[in-house]
Protein backbone atom coordinates (compact mmCIF):
# COMPACT_ATOMS: atom_id res chain seq x y z
CA UNK A 1 0.00 0.00 0.00
CA UNK A 2 1.40 3.63 -1.02
CA UNK A 3 3.03 6.00 1.43
CA UNK A 4 -0.07 8.64 2.32
CA UNK A 5 1.70 11.77 1.11
CA UNK A 6 2.37 15.00 3.79
CA UNK A 7 -0.20 17.69 3.68
CA UNK A 8 1.65 21.09 2.26
CA UNK A 9 1.69 23.17 -0.46
CA UNK A 10 2.02 21.05 -3.71
CA UNK A 11 4.58 21.47 -6.17
CA UNK A 12 2.28 23.29 -8.74
CA UNK A 13 1.16 25.78 -6.04
CA UNK A 14 4.76 26.45 -5.22
CA UNK A 15 5.78 26.90 -8.82
CA UNK A 16 2.68 29.01 -9.19
CA UNK A 17 3.54 31.06 -6.37
CA UNK A 18 7.27 31.41 -8.17
CA UNK A 19 5.94 32.15 -11.32
CA UNK A 20 3.85 35.22 -9.96
CA UNK A 21 6.82 36.79 -7.99
CA UNK A 22 9.46 36.59 -10.82
CA UNK A 23 6.25 38.07 -13.10
CA UNK A 24 6.17 41.15 -10.70
CA UNK A 25 9.10 41.78 -10.83
CA UNK A 26 9.84 41.51 -14.15
CA UNK A 27 7.45 43.98 -14.64
CA UNK A 28 8.18 46.44 -11.82
CA UNK A 29 9.86 49.90 -13.30
CA UNK A 30 11.80 52.33 -11.56
CA UNK A 31 11.83 56.24 -12.15
CA UNK A 32 15.73 56.82 -11.80
CA UNK A 33 17.34 59.94 -12.69
CA UNK A 34 18.19 59.11 -16.34
CA UNK A 35 14.96 57.85 -17.61
CA UNK A 36 13.20 61.12 -15.73
CA UNK A 37 15.73 62.99 -17.69
CA UNK A 38 14.99 61.67 -20.71
CA UNK A 39 11.20 61.53 -20.28
CA UNK A 40 10.89 65.06 -19.06
CA UNK A 41 13.16 66.00 -22.51
CA UNK A 42 11.06 63.84 -24.69
CA UNK A 43 7.51 65.04 -23.45
CA UNK A 44 8.86 69.00 -23.70
CA UNK A 45 9.36 68.10 -27.01
CA UNK A 46 6.16 67.01 -28.21
CA UNK A 47 4.17 69.29 -26.00
CA UNK A 48 6.25 72.40 -27.08
CA UNK A 49 7.70 71.29 -30.97
CA UNK A 50 5.52 72.03 -34.02
CA UNK A 51 3.20 69.51 -34.78
CA UNK A 52 4.94 68.11 -37.64
CA UNK A 53 8.49 67.74 -36.11
CA UNK A 54 10.57 64.58 -35.98
CA UNK A 55 11.65 63.77 -32.62
CA UNK A 56 15.15 60.74 -32.58
CA UNK A 57 15.78 59.58 -29.03
CA UNK A 58 19.50 57.54 -29.03
CA UNK A 59 20.76 55.29 -26.55
CA UNK A 60 22.65 52.37 -26.14
CA UNK A 61 20.99 48.80 -26.10
CA UNK A 62 19.13 47.77 -23.42
CA UNK A 63 19.73 51.44 -21.45
CA UNK A 64 15.68 51.27 -20.84
CA UNK A 65 14.49 52.84 -24.58
CA UNK A 66 11.34 50.79 -24.47
CA UNK A 67 10.30 51.57 -20.78
CA UNK A 68 10.90 55.11 -21.65
CA UNK A 69 8.12 54.96 -24.56
CA UNK A 70 5.95 52.85 -22.18
CA UNK A 71 5.95 55.79 -19.85
CA UNK A 72 5.43 58.43 -22.44
CA UNK A 73 2.67 56.05 -23.62
CA UNK A 74 0.46 56.08 -20.40
CA UNK A 75 1.52 59.85 -19.89
CA UNK A 76 0.19 61.16 -23.11
CA UNK A 77 -2.82 59.04 -22.88
CA UNK A 78 -3.56 60.21 -19.47
CA UNK A 79 -3.34 63.63 -20.44
CA UNK A 80 -5.93 63.25 -22.80
CA UNK A 81 -8.85 61.35 -21.03
CA UNK A 82 -11.07 64.24 -20.17
CA UNK A 83 -11.11 64.31 -24.44
CA UNK A 84 -11.15 61.08 -24.76
CA UNK A 85 -14.55 61.02 -23.02
CA UNK A 86 -16.33 63.13 -25.54
CA UNK A 87 -14.45 62.33 -28.84
CA UNK A 88 -14.68 58.41 -28.81
CA UNK A 89 -12.71 58.69 -32.52
CA UNK A 90 -9.40 60.01 -31.32
CA UNK A 91 -6.88 57.75 -29.82
CA UNK A 92 -3.99 59.58 -27.45
CA UNK A 93 -1.00 57.78 -29.23
CA UNK A 94 0.26 55.47 -31.81
CA UNK A 95 2.92 52.93 -30.77
CA UNK A 96 4.45 50.75 -32.97
CA UNK A 97 7.48 48.46 -33.30
CA UNK A 98 9.94 48.40 -36.72
CA UNK A 99 10.68 44.91 -37.41
CA UNK A 100 14.10 44.57 -38.86
CA UNK A 101 13.59 43.00 -42.33
CA UNK A 102 14.40 39.49 -42.96
CA UNK A 103 16.90 40.75 -46.40
CA UNK A 104 17.10 43.57 -48.51
CA UNK A 105 15.30 47.04 -48.14
CA UNK A 106 12.89 47.65 -44.97
CA UNK A 107 9.50 46.82 -45.71
CA UNK A 108 7.19 50.20 -45.72
CA UNK A 109 4.32 48.34 -46.67
CA UNK A 110 4.59 45.73 -43.82
CA UNK A 111 5.25 49.06 -41.61
CA UNK A 112 2.42 50.70 -42.72
CA UNK A 113 -0.10 47.82 -42.03
CA UNK A 114 1.18 47.36 -38.80
CA UNK A 115 0.64 50.68 -38.27
CA UNK A 116 -2.87 50.51 -39.18
CA UNK A 117 -3.63 47.60 -36.88
CA UNK A 118 -2.34 49.35 -33.92
CA UNK A 119 -4.68 52.09 -34.39
CA UNK A 120 -7.21 48.91 -34.88
CA UNK A 121 -8.55 50.14 -38.18
CA UNK A 122 -11.00 48.31 -39.93
CA UNK A 123 -10.33 45.96 -42.81
CA UNK A 124 -7.26 47.05 -43.20
CA UNK A 125 -6.60 44.23 -46.38
CA UNK A 126 -9.08 46.26 -48.24
CA UNK A 127 -8.24 49.93 -48.14
CA UNK A 128 -8.89 52.22 -51.49
CA UNK A 129 -5.96 53.56 -53.24
CA UNK A 130 -5.34 57.24 -53.31
CA UNK A 131 -8.46 60.15 -54.98
CA UNK A 132 -6.89 61.33 -58.02
CA UNK A 133 -9.96 63.10 -59.32
CA UNK A 134 -13.88 63.26 -59.31
CA UNK A 135 -15.44 63.95 -62.80
CA UNK A 136 -18.95 64.70 -61.83
CA UNK A 137 -20.26 61.46 -60.33
CA UNK A 138 -17.12 59.47 -61.69
CA UNK A 139 -14.26 59.04 -59.16
CA UNK A 140 -10.86 58.21 -60.54
CA UNK A 141 -8.39 56.33 -58.48
CA UNK A 142 -4.57 55.86 -58.72
CA UNK A 143 -3.83 52.58 -60.51
CA UNK A 144 -1.01 51.16 -58.30
CA UNK A 145 0.97 47.90 -59.36
CA UNK A 146 3.68 45.68 -57.94
CA UNK A 147 6.39 48.56 -58.31
CA UNK A 148 4.33 50.71 -55.99
CA UNK A 149 4.60 48.68 -53.06
CA UNK A 150 2.75 49.92 -49.66
CA UNK A 151 1.52 53.25 -51.45
CA UNK A 152 -2.13 52.49 -51.00
CA UNK A 153 -1.44 51.88 -47.38
CA UNK A 154 0.96 54.37 -46.78
CA UNK A 155 -2.61 56.92 -48.12
CA UNK A 156 -4.64 55.15 -45.21
CA UNK A 157 -2.58 55.62 -42.70
CA UNK A 158 -2.11 59.51 -43.82
CA UNK A 159 -5.80 59.40 -43.72
CA UNK A 160 -5.91 57.35 -40.27
CA UNK A 161 -3.83 59.82 -38.78
CA UNK A 162 -5.35 63.02 -40.01
CA UNK A 163 -9.62 61.59 -38.59
CA UNK A 164 -7.75 59.54 -35.08
CA UNK A 165 -5.59 62.64 -34.08
CA UNK A 166 -3.30 61.23 -32.32
CA UNK A 167 -0.66 63.28 -30.16
CA UNK A 168 2.10 61.70 -31.39
CA UNK A 169 3.05 58.32 -33.57
CA UNK A 170 6.12 56.27 -31.38
CA UNK A 171 8.21 53.98 -33.21
CA UNK A 172 10.63 51.63 -30.88
CA UNK A 173 13.54 49.62 -32.56
CA UNK A 174 13.71 52.80 -35.15
CA UNK A 175 17.33 51.29 -36.05
CA UNK A 176 15.74 49.01 -38.33
CA UNK A 177 14.49 51.56 -40.86
CA UNK A 178 18.58 51.78 -41.74
CA UNK A 179 18.72 48.29 -42.77
CA UNK A 180 19.33 49.21 -46.63
CA UNK A 181 20.85 47.95 -49.86
CA UNK A 182 23.25 49.84 -52.09
CA UNK A 183 20.49 51.45 -54.47
CA UNK A 184 18.57 53.62 -51.58
CA UNK A 185 19.95 56.45 -49.58
CA UNK A 186 19.25 56.50 -46.38
CA UNK A 187 17.41 60.34 -46.78
CA UNK A 188 14.86 58.75 -48.30
CA UNK A 189 13.76 56.66 -45.42
CA UNK A 190 13.54 59.90 -43.38
CA UNK A 191 11.67 61.48 -46.04
CA UNK A 192 8.82 59.25 -45.96
CA UNK A 193 8.21 60.22 -41.94
CA UNK A 194 9.01 63.55 -42.75
CA UNK A 195 6.06 63.41 -45.31
CA UNK A 196 3.88 62.05 -43.43
CA UNK A 197 4.09 63.91 -40.29
CA UNK A 198 3.88 67.22 -43.13
CA UNK A 199 1.04 65.90 -44.17
CA UNK A 200 -0.89 64.68 -40.69
CA UNK A 201 0.34 67.22 -38.42
CA UNK A 202 1.52 64.59 -36.05
CA UNK A 203 5.14 64.48 -34.29
CA UNK A 204 6.86 61.53 -34.61
CA UNK A 205 8.99 59.74 -32.44
CA UNK A 206 11.79 57.62 -33.40
CA UNK A 207 13.68 55.47 -30.46
CA UNK A 208 16.86 53.91 -31.43
CA UNK A 209 19.94 52.62 -30.62
CA UNK A 210 23.11 54.83 -32.16
CA UNK A 211 23.15 53.46 -35.22
CA UNK A 212 19.86 55.57 -35.60
CA UNK A 213 22.52 58.13 -35.85
CA UNK A 214 22.98 57.36 -39.42
CA UNK A 215 19.92 60.02 -39.72
CA UNK A 216 21.97 62.63 -37.66
CA UNK A 217 22.26 65.78 -39.99
CA UNK A 218 21.51 64.35 -42.95
CA UNK A 219 20.51 67.35 -44.43
CA UNK A 220 19.80 71.72 -43.50
CA UNK A 221 16.00 70.80 -43.15
CA UNK A 222 15.80 67.64 -41.21
CA UNK A 223 18.37 69.14 -39.01
CA UNK A 224 15.59 72.28 -38.28
CA UNK A 225 13.05 70.31 -37.69
CA UNK A 226 13.93 67.77 -35.71
CA UNK A 227 14.81 67.54 -31.84
CA UNK A 228 17.57 64.72 -30.75
CA UNK A 229 17.61 63.39 -27.25
CA UNK A 230 20.53 61.54 -25.81
CA UNK A 231 19.21 58.86 -23.05
CA UNK A 232 22.60 58.09 -21.72
CA UNK A 233 23.36 55.37 -19.51
CA UNK A 234 25.56 56.14 -16.04
CA UNK A 235 29.20 56.73 -16.12
CA UNK A 236 30.99 55.06 -13.24
CA UNK A 237 33.93 58.22 -14.05
CA UNK A 238 31.16 61.12 -12.75
CA UNK A 239 30.31 61.50 -9.63
CA UNK A 240 26.23 61.96 -9.86
CA UNK A 241 25.76 58.97 -12.21
CA UNK A 242 27.85 56.86 -9.90
CA UNK A 243 25.72 57.79 -6.91
CA UNK A 244 22.50 57.39 -9.29
CA UNK A 245 23.47 53.95 -10.48
CA UNK A 246 24.17 52.63 -6.39
CA UNK A 247 20.70 54.06 -6.05
CA UNK A 248 18.90 51.90 -8.37
CA UNK A 249 20.69 49.05 -7.53
CA UNK A 250 18.99 50.08 -3.60
CA UNK A 251 15.86 50.04 -5.64
CA UNK A 252 15.99 47.00 -7.74
CA UNK A 253 16.66 45.24 -4.14
CA UNK A 254 14.01 46.63 -2.02
CA UNK A 255 11.38 45.51 -5.43
CA UNK A 256 12.72 41.86 -5.08
CA UNK A 257 10.84 39.41 -3.31
CA UNK A 258 12.20 38.13 -0.21
CA UNK A 259 11.50 39.12 3.50
CA UNK A 260 14.44 41.31 3.47
CA UNK A 261 15.99 43.12 0.88
CA UNK A 262 19.73 41.83 -0.24
CA UNK A 263 22.61 44.05 0.20
CA UNK A 264 23.35 44.36 -3.71
CA UNK A 265 24.89 47.52 -3.35
CA UNK A 266 28.20 46.13 -1.81
CA UNK A 267 28.82 44.15 -4.87
CA UNK A 268 27.59 47.64 -7.42
CA UNK A 269 31.05 47.54 -9.38
CA UNK A 270 30.28 44.47 -10.24
CA UNK A 271 26.99 45.13 -11.32
CA UNK A 272 28.41 48.27 -13.09
CA UNK A 273 30.85 46.11 -14.83
CA UNK A 274 28.71 43.68 -15.65
CA UNK A 275 25.87 45.88 -17.60
CA UNK A 276 28.19 49.27 -18.72
CA UNK A 277 25.89 51.27 -16.46
CA UNK A 278 22.90 50.01 -18.78
CA UNK A 279 19.59 49.61 -16.24
CA UNK A 280 17.65 47.26 -18.60
CA UNK A 281 20.70 44.94 -18.58
CA UNK A 282 21.28 45.25 -14.82
CA UNK A 283 17.12 44.41 -14.55
CA UNK A 284 16.78 41.48 -16.93
CA UNK A 285 20.09 40.20 -15.26
CA UNK A 286 18.59 40.81 -11.67
CA UNK A 287 15.29 38.83 -13.72
CA UNK A 288 17.39 35.72 -14.69
CA UNK A 289 19.28 35.61 -11.15
CA UNK A 290 16.17 35.94 -9.30
CA UNK A 291 14.40 32.87 -11.40
CA UNK A 292 17.75 30.67 -10.45
CA UNK A 293 17.51 31.53 -7.09
CA UNK A 294 13.39 31.18 -6.17
CA UNK A 295 13.84 27.67 -8.18
CA UNK A 296 16.46 26.80 -5.33
CA UNK A 297 13.84 27.85 -2.70
CA UNK A 298 16.44 30.72 -1.38
CA UNK A 299 15.36 34.13 0.65
CA UNK A 300 17.39 35.89 -1.00
CA UNK A 301 19.97 36.81 -3.90
CA UNK A 302 23.57 36.77 -3.73
CA UNK A 303 26.33 37.63 -6.21
CA UNK A 304 26.54 33.97 -6.65
CA UNK A 305 22.90 33.72 -7.88
CA UNK A 306 24.01 36.48 -10.29
CA UNK A 307 27.75 35.10 -11.46
CA UNK A 308 26.35 32.45 -13.75
CA UNK A 309 24.10 34.60 -15.33
CA UNK A 310 26.28 37.68 -16.34
CA UNK A 311 26.99 38.76 -19.59
CA UNK A 312 30.38 37.51 -20.19
CA UNK A 313 33.31 40.04 -20.70
CA UNK A 314 33.45 39.91 -24.38
CA UNK A 315 29.89 40.60 -24.60
CA UNK A 316 30.20 43.44 -22.13
CA UNK A 317 33.50 44.65 -24.53
CA UNK A 318 31.57 44.79 -27.80
CA UNK A 319 28.58 46.43 -26.08
CA UNK A 320 31.21 49.29 -24.57
CA UNK A 321 32.85 49.45 -28.10
CA UNK A 322 29.20 50.52 -29.61
CA UNK A 323 27.75 52.69 -26.38
CA UNK A 324 31.75 54.51 -26.84
CA UNK A 325 31.25 55.41 -30.39
CA UNK A 326 28.44 56.45 -30.06
CA UNK A 327 28.86 58.95 -27.46
CA UNK A 328 32.00 60.12 -29.42
CA UNK A 329 29.77 61.21 -32.48
CA UNK A 330 27.61 63.32 -30.38
CA UNK A 331 29.88 65.18 -28.70
CA UNK A 332 30.99 68.63 -29.85
CA UNK A 333 34.53 69.46 -28.90
CA UNK A 334 35.48 73.05 -28.92
CA UNK A 335 37.04 72.40 -32.45
CA UNK A 336 33.55 72.53 -33.99
CA UNK A 337 32.33 75.09 -31.81
CA UNK A 338 34.87 77.26 -33.03
CA UNK A 339 34.79 76.15 -37.14
CA UNK A 340 31.04 76.92 -36.58
CA UNK A 341 31.71 80.22 -35.42
CA UNK A 342 34.66 81.11 -37.86
CA UNK A 343 32.73 80.03 -40.65
CA UNK A 344 30.15 82.33 -39.86
CA UNK A 345 32.64 85.75 -39.42
CA UNK A 346 32.33 85.77 -35.54
CA UNK A 347 35.87 86.54 -35.18
CA UNK A 348 36.84 86.67 -31.80
CA UNK A 349 37.12 82.40 -31.15
CA UNK A 350 39.68 81.83 -28.54
CA UNK A 351 41.59 79.32 -28.28
CA UNK A 352 39.72 76.13 -26.60
CA UNK A 353 41.24 72.85 -25.16
CA UNK A 354 41.05 71.52 -28.99
CA UNK A 355 44.54 74.20 -29.69
CA UNK A 356 42.33 75.96 -32.09
CA UNK A 357 43.95 79.00 -33.70
CA UNK A 358 42.14 82.35 -32.88
CA UNK A 359 41.36 85.49 -34.96
CA UNK A 360 39.87 86.22 -38.52
CA UNK A 361 40.07 83.03 -40.54
CA UNK A 362 37.50 83.25 -42.96
CA UNK A 363 38.81 84.26 -45.81
CA UNK A 364 41.84 82.79 -45.02
CA UNK A 365 39.89 79.16 -45.21
CA UNK A 366 38.31 80.20 -47.95
CA UNK A 367 41.81 80.51 -49.77
CA UNK A 368 43.08 77.28 -48.63
CA UNK A 369 40.10 75.18 -49.83
CA UNK A 370 41.44 76.44 -53.77
CA UNK A 371 44.84 75.46 -53.08
CA UNK A 372 45.52 72.20 -55.03
CA UNK A 373 47.33 69.70 -53.53
CA UNK A 374 51.30 70.37 -54.39
CA UNK A 375 50.34 74.01 -54.74
CA UNK A 376 52.31 76.57 -52.54
CA UNK A 377 50.64 79.30 -50.38
CA UNK A 378 50.65 82.87 -51.71
CA UNK A 379 53.57 83.91 -49.62
CA UNK A 380 56.04 86.74 -49.69
CA UNK A 381 60.18 85.35 -50.49
CA UNK A 382 62.50 87.52 -48.67
CA UNK A 383 65.08 88.85 -51.46
CA UNK A 384 68.93 89.62 -51.28
CA UNK A 385 70.91 87.98 -48.84
CA UNK A 386 73.62 88.61 -46.02
CA UNK A 387 77.50 89.96 -47.65
CA UNK A 388 79.85 87.97 -47.11
Not at 152 to 179: C, F, N, S
Not at 311 to 329: D, P
Request: with cysteine.
Amino acid sequence: MAASRQHGPSDSTLGQSRRKRLQEFRECTLAHPQLVEAKDQLMAAIQESPPNSLVMVFGPTGVGKTTLLAKIEQTLTQSLLATLQTDRGRIPVVSVEAVAPESGNFNWRDQFKRTLLRMEEPLVGSKLPQLISRNGGDELYARLNARTPGAEYRYAVEQALRYRRPLAVLIDEAQHLVKLTSGRKLLDQLDVIKSIANLTGTVHVLFGTYDLLAFHNLNGQLSRRSVEIHFRRYRADQEDDRRGFVNTVHSFARRLPFPEPPDLATNWEYLYERSIGCVGVLKDWLVRGLAHALKQGKTSLSRADLEPHALSVSQCERMLSEVVEGELRLRETADEQCRLRTRLGLVNCDKGEGGVTRGDHLDQLERLSRIRPGQRRPVRDKVGGSTL
